[in-house]
């Protein structure tokens, strides 16, 4: 465990339902990958979600990711289906983990130094609780949600860096990152609510 | 004579059941704070809590699991509606195995079919959605009648029909004590309120919103800060 929390570590989520193909693209990219790799990166684990397997795995040979062995136990990472896919990034000295889904998202969020996720509140909530920087991606490919909002929300609160997918965008936001602090989320345990709920049922 | 005494007793059954309606509807009752010591907070506490799906049941888990000195606490009896299988297999996994002082008990609500089914295949779903979900609520709902009990919901649109029949056990029976539903609108829910969180405004003993800005709009509503 110590091991794998000296490897500094970004985590890339999509959320478990719909893929995220901007998104990904941008991770993958040469530009990104070697600005996370001049941050001091050395491992980018990416939950691509349902139905990406093919997608991502042709991104990883066009990037010319050397297949190799993950370094990390399918016990932390907690792959139920397939979708596992491995690949080192040569020239920014990167290990790239791809997978489809996983059950051990909080454990993936605890070897984290950076969490870039798509809108949702779920995956917004797994890394804010855990206190780990985030950067929030909008899927502005989906119609009918609340992401543009929610990103917003969260970004005017100062507790996320908010930005759309492209590179130039993600690149700023992974720039501030590393030199700006964010507001700490508020815990989630109320007082007030506590009682309220106890004179509901006690009385 | 025998009429006229039939039509005194049907008014009077008719005027109490109006004003036991009024009683009921939360609008018409003051939650105050009242004294915050006059009232016992020990004893096991009866809990039901709808686990709707995918991110409801998300918030959901978060929500149990925040509160859990209150919710989980030992004695406890949870009552556990779920839909889908996923969400009771993540619901024993997350809460139920790490809370063994609590007794769990899972209850299936059916689901109304609305993918490819005809007129009446569809009536006939939402029929039986509505019975077989009120066999299950009354169940609950008689064994949680008398003592310390909470209801928790989150949505989606099953929580409509659970927190209605809460509410219609508790109108039709004058002696059922206060169903107690609390309902918390979704995270993602910023500027305006989900479909049931507009239903359930009118019915649930305690509305709560996790943005601020909702309670502007909707006086009824509390805001203690995001719950999840």
Same mark, same amino acid.
């Given at each position: 465990?110590?091991?794998?929390?000296?490897?500094?570590?970004?985590?890339?989520?999509?959320?478990?339902?719909?893929?995220?193909?901007?998104? &990904?693209?941008?991770?993958?990219?040469?530009?990104? #990958?070697?600005? /996370?790799?001049?941050a001091?990166?050395?491992? %980018?684990? +990416?939950?691509?979600?349902?139905?990406?397997?093919?997608?991502?795995?042709?991104?990883?040979?066009?990037?010319?990711?050397?297949?190799?062995?993950?370094?990390?136990?399918?016990?932390?990472?907690?792959?139920?289906?397939?979708?596992?896919?491995?690949?080192?990034?040569?020239?920014?000295?990167?290990?790239?983990?791809?997978?489809?889904?996983?059950?051990?998202?909080?454990?993936?969020?605890?070897?984290?130094?950076?969490? &870039?996720?798509?809108?949702?509140?779920?995956?917004? #909530?797994?890394? /804010?609780?855990?206190?780990?920087?985030?950067? %929030?991606? +909008?899927?502005?490919?989906?119609?009918?949600?609340?992401?543009?909002?929610?990103?917003?929300?969260?970004?005017?609160?100062?507790?996320?860096?908010?930005c759309?997918?492209?590179?130039?965008?993600?690149?700023?936001?992974?720039?501030?990152?590393?030199?700006?602090?964010?507001?700490?989320?508020?815990?989630?345990?109320?007082?007030?609510?506590?009682n309220?709920?106890k004179?509901?049922?006690?009385? | 004579?025998?009429?006229e005494?039939?039509?005194?007793?049907?008014?009077?059954?008719?005027?109490?059941?109006?004003?036991?309606?009024?009683?009921?509807?939360?609008?018409?009752?003051?939650?105050?704070?009242?004294?915050?010591?006059?009232?016992?907070?020990?004893?096991?506490?009866?809990?039901?809590?709808?686990?709707?799906?995918?991110?409801?049941?998300?918030?959901?888990?978060?929500?149990?699991?925040?509160?859990?000195?209150?919710?989980?606490?030992?004695?406890?009896t949870?009552y556990?509606?779920?839909?889908?299988?996923?969400?009771?297999?993540?619901?024993?996994?997350?809460?139920?195995?790490?809370?063994?002082?609590?007794?769990?008990?899972?209850?299936?609500?059916?689901?109304?079919?609305?993918?490819?089914?005809?007129?009446?295949?569809?009536?006939?779903?939402?029929?039986?959605?509505?019975?077989?979900?009120?066999?299950?609520?009354?169940?609950?709902?008689?064994?949680?009648?008398?003592?310390?009990?909470?209801?928790?919901?989150?949505?989606?649109?099953?929580?409509?029909?659970?927190?209605?029949?809460?509410?219609v056990?508790?109108?039709?029976?004058?002696?059922?004590?206060?169903?107690?539903?609390?309902?918390?609108?979704?995270?993602?829910?910023?500027?305006?309120?989900?479909?049931?969180?507009?239903?359930?405004?009118?019915?649930?003993?305690?509305?709560?919103?996790?943005?601020?800005?909702?309670?502007?709009?909707?006086?009824?509503?509390?805001?203690?800060?995001?719950?999840?």
């Amino acid at each position: 465990m110590i091991l794998a929390m000296a490897v500094k570590t970004v985590f890339v989520t999509c959320g478990a339902t719909v893929p995220f193909p901007q998104l &990904i693209h941008v991770v993958l990219g040469k530009a990104l #990958l070697e600005r /996370l790799s001049d941050a001091g990166f050395r491992r %980018v684990i +990416v939950q691509y979600g349902k139905g990406y397997e093919a997608e991502f795995r042709k991104r990883l040979n066009a990037l010319e990711c050397v297949p190799a062995k993950c370094s990390l136990a399918d016990s932390t990472l907690g792959i139920t289906a397939t979708g596992l896919c491995c690949g080192f990034y040569a020239p920014g000295a990167l290990e790239v983990i791809g997978l489809e889904y996983s059950t051990r998202v909080q454990d993936i969020v605890g070897l984290a130094g950076l969490v &870039i996720s798509h809108a949702g509140t779920g995956s917004i #909530l797994d890394s /804010l609780r855990s206190g780990k920087p985030l950067i %929030v991606c +909008v899927n502005d490919k989906l119609m009918d949600n609340h992401q543009q909002q929610i990103a917003d929300k969260f970004k005017q609160k100062g507790y996320v860096w908010a930005c759309k997918p492209c590179e130039s965008e993600v690149s700023e936001c992974l720039s501030r990152s590393q030199s700006e602090t964010l507001i700490r989320f508020p815990q989630a345990y109320s007082a007030r609510f506590e009682n309220d709920l106890k004179r509901l049922a006690f009385s | 004579m025998n009429i006229e005494l039939l039509c005194v007793v049907l008014l009077v059954v008719y005027v109490v059941y109006i004003v036991r309606l009024i009683w009921v509807l939360p609008f018409f009752r003051s939650y105050g704070s009242g004294n915050d010591e006059s009232i016992d907070r020990r004893g096991p506490l009866n809990v039901f809590v709808f686990l709707g799906s995918g991110g409801h049941t998300g918030e959901m888990l978060r929500l149990v699991e925040n509160y859990k000195k209150m919710v989980l606490a030992k004695g406890n009896t949870v009552y556990v509606g779920y839909s889908d299988e996923k969400s009771r297999i993540q619901f024993i996994q997350q809460v139920a195995s790490e809370n063994e002082g609590c007794r769990f008990e899972y209850r299936r609500l059916k689901k109304a079919r609305e993918v490819n089914a005809g007129l009446f295949t569809s009536l006939v779903s939402v029929l039986q959605t509505l019975v077989q979900s009120l066999a299950v609520i009354f169940k609950v709902s008689r064994a949680m009648s008398g003592k310390p009990h909470l209801v928790l919901l989150n949505g989606p649109g099953t929580c409509c029909v659970i927190a209605i029949w809460f509410k219609v056990i508790e109108w039709l029976n004058l002696f059922q004590p206060s169903s107690n539903i609390v309902y918390v609108e979704s995270l993602a829910r910023i500027t305006s309120l989900s479909l049931t969180g507009k239903l359930l405004y009118w019915i649930a003993d305690l509305f709560i919103v996790q943005w601020e800005e909702l309670c502007l709009t909707h006086p009824r509503a509390k805001y203690y800060g995001v719950l999840v």
